[in-house]
């Protein structure tokens, strides 16, 4: 018995980019969720999982764990340098943009805390570079004078010591005590919320 082909009308829809970026996405919501969780060193089965997919769907589109944590924190990252770029913006504010994304993420405040944003021994390459984008964000606001100018490494060394203070079983409680690490440290704060929130 021969195959009649298929008529173009009657073939069914290949879907597979949609399927693809929509599986993509999946894996890069269900590592937000798992990093906000439980921070960087998350199994990446535990993100497959969450996402539904297969652990090979999640490596093909994430050769590795520095891929995926880098999609998932690039988000955070940008967020912060789009309050920078917005107008009439002060540190004040992109201060308070940062401050909510330490509360929601426990993989971004590992980024923030690791051994500065120098990139001092043992620090990977990718969070070396997002924490540098973050200084670069408000150094650019941060003006002569401000406490956070007095040395170099001031202003991360802050960053670093709220987002150690940023512990608690909700967000409001982690907000809380950033915003108290703030103020113990002298440094106003914006309203504590997600760039265009």
Do not use: C
């Amino acid at each position: 018995m021969t195959e009649r082909p298929v008529s173009d009308e009657r073939r069914p829809a290949n879907d597979g980019r949609r399927v693809a970026a929509r599986n993509r996405a999946a894996v890069v919501a269900a590592a937000r969720e798992i990093y906000a969780e439980n921070g960087l060193d998350a199994p990446l089965s535990a993100i497959a999982r969450r996402a539904g997919v297969g652990q090979g769907v999640l490596y093909r589109h994430f050769p590795d764990r520095t891929a995926v944590a880098t999609a998932v924190l690039d988000e955070n990252v940008r967020q912060i340098e789009q309050a920078a770029k917005a107008p009439g913006t002060d540190i004040a504010r992109i201060l308070g943009v940062l401050t909510w994304h330490q509360t929601e993420s426990a993989a971004f405040i590992g980024v923030l805390h690791a051994d500065g944003a120098a990139g001092g021994p043992g620090v990977p390459a990718y969070a070396a570079a997002l924490s540098g984008r973050v200084e670069r964000a408000l150094r650019a606001h941060l003006p002569a004078g401000h406490r956070l100018a007095a040395a170099k490494e001031d202003l991360m060394i802050a960053v670093a010591m709220v987002s150690g203070a940023v512990t608690g079983p909700t967000r409001e409680v982690r907000e809380r005590r950033a915003m108290t690490a703030w103020r113990l440290l002298g440094v106003d704060v914006g309203p504590v919320r997600p760039f265009g929130g």
